[in-house]
């Protein structure tokens, strides 16, 4: 082994104590980088948090790599712009490519809000475009030196892209793990297995919860979606923009042209889902082995009777003309804003209707409260009764669950030294830290907003 180890500083300043917001700073071998620099979700896309300034001196940082393009993985990039940040941003060019529209999407949401309540919008797409041209793409597998570190991208098999940080010093490693994927994936290859890590800093959304198998999934959304049809009803669909909207396209395409349930008319009723849909199609290389066959033998997989997408705003409003039964896939995923919101206006008070939740949903957002039961909910200063059934299938999650990520630490090797356990609640993060402990005999540490710890590395 290699005799130049040192003490290097790993800071916690995102996505520590809570799931949003990741943001973390390593200073080894002679560079300072960061791993993501998202934005903090909760009831609104600007609040206190995203403002503050960044607890480190952006102009100090040599490089940021990103894991993948959520939100809360890329959101504050344009703002570290802003502060000074003048070196390179890594990742795959999915991720570039998808977080180009994210990032757009979220400087137009931003100067709406700002012009509404007259404030200074976090940044504008003047931003976003300075942040694109330091950008900079690598594939996976590929060795990137910065100072004294080797840093390569492994497949996260999280969303189209994803990847999970792997840096190598002086003969140790550490990961990053971005978001995992629940694999296998309907679309995505599988996690990367790892091997050798000395330190991880891991993810634990579902740190505390097993999601319904995956066969399972396909049969509860076929379930809902005849019980909807047959009370003759609208499904409303809140969807992630990346991953979900695709997943649930590709499992509706198939149960349409199989037949398996009625042809009602399915609308994707999200500009930015439709884009990324469209980033999907340019980027099929990243597919596993069995959609890429599905493709080859001829299926367009996003494709099918009665889909429509509904990009222009007129077509949108349009939707509420078309007789139920109905389909509607709409953003955003946690109905913390975007047109979900217009649909779930007109539906929710209908007990012929269902509204269904596919994802993950963040404290404080709307989405947490409907699937807590909540029997009102206030949408654009409006009452709404709730009175639509509300179902969930965590199935579709694009995490790993507790037992699977569990699983994931057993096989990164025998030399694991330390587990840092981020991007989680804080029950989720005990629980998932205990299991760890109890299961793998492993030396757990859940840090702190702030935290700045020290590893021989």
Not at 225 to 251: N, Y
Request: net charge negative; proline share 4%.
């Amino acid at each position: 082994m290699a005799n130049n180890l040192q003490t290097a500083k790993l800071g916690f300043y995102g996505a520590a104590g809570g799931v949003t917001g990741s943001n973390h700073l390593l200073e080894a071998g002679g560079v300072r980088i960061l791993i993501d620099c998202g934005l903090f979700q909760g009831v609104k896309i600007c609040d206190d948090k995203n403002k503050n300034p960044f607890p480190y001196d952006p102009r100090a940082i040599d490089a940021l790599f990103v894991t993948h393009a959520h939100l809360d993985h890329v959101g504050r990039i344009p703002k570290l712009i802003n502060e000074g940040f003048r070196g390179i941003i890594y990742s795959t060019p999915p991720t570039r490519a998808i977080a180009a529209l994210i990032l757009e999407d979220s400087a137009r949401v931003m100067g709406y809000e700002a012009k509404k309540d007259n404030h200074e919008p976090l940044y504008r797409e003047e931003a976003v475009q300075r942040t694109l041209e330091q950008w900079k793409t690598t594939p996976y597998h590929h060795d990137i030196k910065l100072g004294e570190l080797s840093i390569r991208l492994r497949d996260a098999g999280h969303i189209l892209g994803s990847a999970m940080i792997e840096i190598v010093h002086g003969g140790k490693k550490i990961v990053f793990s971005g978001d995992l994927g629940n694999s296998p994936s309907l679309i995505l290859p599988d996690t990367d297995a790892l091997a050798d890590v000395d330190y991880l800093v891991t993810e634990a959304v579902y740190g505390n919860k097993v999601h319904e198998d995956q066969k399972n999934r396909t049969e509860l959304l076929q379930g809902v979606i005849e019980d909807t049809i047959k009370r003759k009803g609208v499904l409303m669909i809140p969807v992630f923009a990346i991953e979900r909207t695709q997943d649930l396209l590709l499992e509706l395409n198939d149960m349409v042209e199989k037949n398996r349930i009625p042809h009602v008319p399915v609308f994707v009723d999200s500009p930015l889902a439709i884009k990324v849909t469209r980033v999907f199609h340019d980027n099929a290389s990243y597919f596993n082995d069995e959609v890429a066959a599905q493709i080859k033998g001829g299926d367009d997989i996003f494709k099918f009777a009665r889909l429509r997408f509904t990009e222009r705003t007129e077509d949108s409003i349009a939707i509420k003309d078309v007789p139920a039964p109905k389909i509607i896939l709409a953003g955003s995923g946690m109905s913390n804003g975007g047109r979900i919101l217009h649909h779930e206006r007109n539906y929710l008070g209908d007990a012929n209707n269902t509204l269904l939740l596919v994802g993950y949903q963040a404290v404080g957002t709307m989405g947490r409260a409907l699937e807590e039961g909540a029997k009102t909910v206030n949408i654009m200063d409006q009452d709404i009764p709730v009175r639509a059934k509300i179902v969930t299938i965590g199935g579709y999650s694009a995490h790993k669950d507790v037992d699977a990520l569990v699983e994931f630490v057993a096989n990164v090797g025998d030399n694991l030294k330390k587990v840092f356990v981020v991007h989680a609640e804080p029950g989720a993060a005990m629980f998932f830290a205990q299991r760890v402990r109890d299961y793998l005999s492993r030396d757990v540490v859940i840090p702190r907003e702030g935290e700045v710890v020290e590893i021989e590395f």
